[in-house]
T-cell receptor, first 112, second 116 residues
Framework: SQTIHQWPATLVQPVGSPLSLECTVE??????LYWYRQAAGRGLQLLFY??????ISSEVPQNLSASRPQDRQFILSSKKLLLSDSGFYLC???????????FGQGTRLTVV | GENVEQHPSTLSVQEGDSAVIKCTYSDSASNYFPWYKQELGKRPQLIIDIRSNVGEKKDQRIAVTLNKTAKHFSLHITETQPEDSAVYFCAASRMWGGSTLGRLYFGRGTQLTVWP
């Protein structure tokens, strides 16, 4: 079965510091990968979408970037964090022939 | 991209009553509409979904209806129980190749509280 590992679970970072959140997927190959941000009252906002290695689509202008160096690895990054980057970040994955998107446990990021 | 609107943002019902959550979408090419349930402190999980070639789908106490013409779909929970309390998200996507999910856009969520 498909498993998504996402870490860290919580993170407190100062403004201006860099960010790297990692997500890895097990149990499937060639998944579509997603990064979402969940803010109170705003639901799940799609940030990045990837259909393959090196193929990243950005959904909204922002201070973040994403990379997919391997088929089942998705990384969310920032060079300099802003206060507004605080939130709950969720990685998700699905696979060809399977319409269900599975979520990781999420990372609670607080920028101070 | 797709814009999914969800209402209400909060919903309180008595145990045993029914709950209805409604969503609209903007992209007429969207053809796959899942619903996710997120319990406090946990990750969202799929509870039911519907494709655009179907008008209604039911799974025990949960049902989803879809009106393609009006571009809206709804989640119906009957005989609600306290354990149904959670945040529910609707979503829309263009599924391609018949079975592969495309970009998945979510509504803002509905906090459902079921009082015993």
């Amino acid at each position: 079965s498909q498993t998504i590992h996402q870490w860290p679970a919580t993170l407190v970072q100062p403004v201006g510091s860099p960010l790297s959140l990692e997500c890895t997927v097990e149990g499937t190959s060639n998944p579509n990968l997603y990064w979402y941000r969940q803010a109170a009252g705003r639901g799940l906002q799609l940030l990045f979408y990837s259909v393959g290695i090196g193929q990243i689509s950005s959904e909204v202008p922002q201070n973040l970037s994403a990379s997919r160096p391997q088929d089942r690895q998705f990384i969310l990054s920032s060079k300099k964090l802003l206060l507004s980057d605080s939130g709950f970040y969720l990685c998700a994955a699905d696979a060809a022939g399977n319409t269900e998107a599975f979520f990781g446990q999420g990372t609670r990021l607080t920028v101070v | 991209g797709e814009n999914v609107e969800q209402h209400p943002s909060t919903l309180s019902v008595q145990e045993g009553d029914s709950a209805v959550i409604k969503c609209t979408y903007s992209d007429s090419a969207s053809n796959y509409f899942p619903w996710y349930k997120q319990e406090l402190g946990k990750r969202p999980q799929l509870i039911i979904d519907i494709r655009s070639n179907v008008g209604e789908k039911k799974d025990q106490r949960i049902a989803v209806t879809l009106n393609k013409t009006a571009k809206h779909f709804s989640l119906h929970i009957t005989e609600t129980q306290p354990e149904d309390s959670a945040v529910y998200f609707c979503a829309a996507s263009r599924m391609w190749g018949g079975s592969t999910l495309g970009r998945l856009y979510f509504g803002r969520g509905t906090q459902l509280t079921v009082w015993p």
